[in-house]
């Protein structure tokens, strides 16, 4: 599978990112609007918008960045929010007719904070579920196996679909990608054995699966020790493995390289065994991408 099957969420319009949060600080709805269009122009289908803390308490700015972009590019936009109020003025904002006629995406729900799905009386929307997370016993918890995740994604996309009238299509399943400098405990291959579950569950075929891609790769320095670059190898070394069971939505920087990598490539290859392992093995092995 090549690149041109993946689903680009842009995610530049965010704080995370020094030069956006610049933005963001200054107001400057017109670096916005430029930095919506080269995400567009790159190729991605949404773009995520999270403009941080200040969604909270300055609605109107929200407002303001919301319509801005639209005058900017004709995509959807995927609202990225932990909080029904802040959803509430995304979605009443959102311009259907400028996005050509697309619903945009609420980014996200989970179990344990089920009440945004209230924002779906707002008007027609394409859900984010995390299904790295679950509710047990009152108390919401993080999914640890693969088991959990297949799960919680069929018991919510069952719910999003009997209770809302959604469909398959409607749904992005968020599996969660965990950073490779720090996964001790095996989370990037539970993830991947949980995507391995949903894409082959019958009931879920036509579902659409995601994650924050940039985070598996960070912490890491730019280059490997073959001498060509190290971070984006990565996160094409997850997709790669990802890929074949119907992972295909990613949140992600428009302009880089996503195709699959070789069988033979090294950053591949020993992705492949860092991944095998837990605990201080798997962090000494990472040492072996870069010194």
């Known amino acids: 599978m090549t690149m041109s099957a993946m689903t680009i969420i842009g995610e530049r319009i965010n704080p995370g990112f020094k030069s956006s949060k610049a933005l963001f600080d ?16 790159a190729g991605a289908s949404f773009l995520n918008i999270n403009i941080g803390s200040r969604a909270l308490n300055d609605h109107g700015f929200m ?13 959807p936009l995927s609202f990225d929010f ?8 995304c979605l009443n904002t959102y311009s259907e007719e400028k996005a050509n006629g697309e619903k945009p995406i609420i980014n996200s729900i989970a179990e344990p904070r089920w ?7 707002i008007r027609p929307c394409r859900i984010v579920v995390m299904a790295s997370e679950r509710m047990e016993e009152g108390v919401g918890k993080p999914n640890k196996e693969p088991h959990q995740i297949h799960q919680v ?48 569950d019958p009931d879920l075929s036509g579902i659409h699966m995601m994650g924050g891609i940039s ?19 990565i996160e094409r070394a ?44 798997a962090i000494r092995h990472i040492r072996k991408l870069y010194s």
């Open 26 to 41: 200054n107001s400057d709805i017109e670096g916005i609007q430029a930095l919506a269009v080269k995400q567009a122009e």
């Open 63 to 75: 407002r303001e960045a919301i319509v801005g972009i639209q005058e900017a590019v004709t995509i």
């Open 82 to 89: 932990p909080s029904l109020k802040v959803q509430e003025v």
């Open 115 to 121: 009440d945004m799905v209230e924002a779906l009386n």
């Open 153 to 200: 994604a069929k018991r919510l996309s069952g719910r999003l679909i009997e209770d809302h009238d959604l469909g398959l299509d409607d749904i992005i399943l968020d599996v969660s990608i965990t950073t490779l400098a720090t996964d001790r405990e095996g989370l990037i291959s539970m993830a991947l054995e949980g995507i391995k579950l949903i894409g082959e």
């Open 215 to 233: 985070n598996v790769g960070m912490m890491l320095p730019p280059t490997a020790s073959d001498g060509l670059p190290l971070k984006t190898r």
């Open 238 to 281: 997850f997709l790669t493995l990802a890929r074949p069971y119907g992972f295909d939505t990613i949140l992600a920087t428009p302009w880089h390289n996503y195709e699959d990598l070789p069988e033979d490539d090294f950053v591949f290859q020993l992705f492949r065994e860092i991944i095998a392992m837990k605990g201080m093995d």
